[in-house]
């Protein structure tokens, strides 16, 4: 395999992120055996390429995760889920 032979360390964690599933499928599917997770842009897609030759084999590490951000759960103007220093700005 080609990434074996890349030098990297050894363990480590991967993720990968399939955007399109038109492009590069055997990297794909490569990319797929050597990943720890494996994400797509959305529990939909995730659902309409989980049949493909290259995803199936790998369902146990593979989600959709919806692209965008919930405006209700991370509005810091609500409430701030990120640390005050994110938001501050100091002038001295």
Same mark, same amino acid.
């Given at each position: 395999?080609?990434? /074996?032979?890349?030098?990297?360390?050894?363990?480590? /964690?991967? +993720? !990968?992120? $399939?955007? &399109?599933?038109?492009?590069? %499928?055997? %990297? $794909? @599917? #490569?990319?797929?055996? !050597?990943? &720890? =997770?494996?994400?797509? +842009?959305?529990?939909?897609?995730?659902? #309409?390429?989980?049949? @493909?030759?290259? $995803?199936?084999?790998?369902?146990?590490? !593979?989600?959709? $995760? =919806? &692209?965008?951000?919930?405006?209700?759960?991370?509005?810091?103007? +609500?409430?701030?889920? /990120?640390?005050?220093?994110? !938001?501050?700005? &100091?002038?001295?």
């Amino acid at each position: 395999m080609a990434l /074996s032979g890349v030098g990297m360390p050894l363990p480590c /964690s991967v +993720v !990968f992120s $399939i955007h &399109n599933m038109n492009y590069g %499928l055997p %990297l $794909i @599917e #490569e990319a797929m055996q !050597f990943s &720890n =997770r494996c994400t797509t +842009v959305s529990p939909t897609y995730a659902l #309409e390429i989980s049949g @493909e030759p290259a $995803i199936a084999p790998h369902m146990s590490k !593979f989600l959709g $995760i =919806r &692209n965008g951000i919930d405006g209700d759960i991370w509005d810091p103007q +609500v409430k701030s889920l /990120s640390p005050p220093s994110l !938001f501050t700005y &100091n002038q001295q």
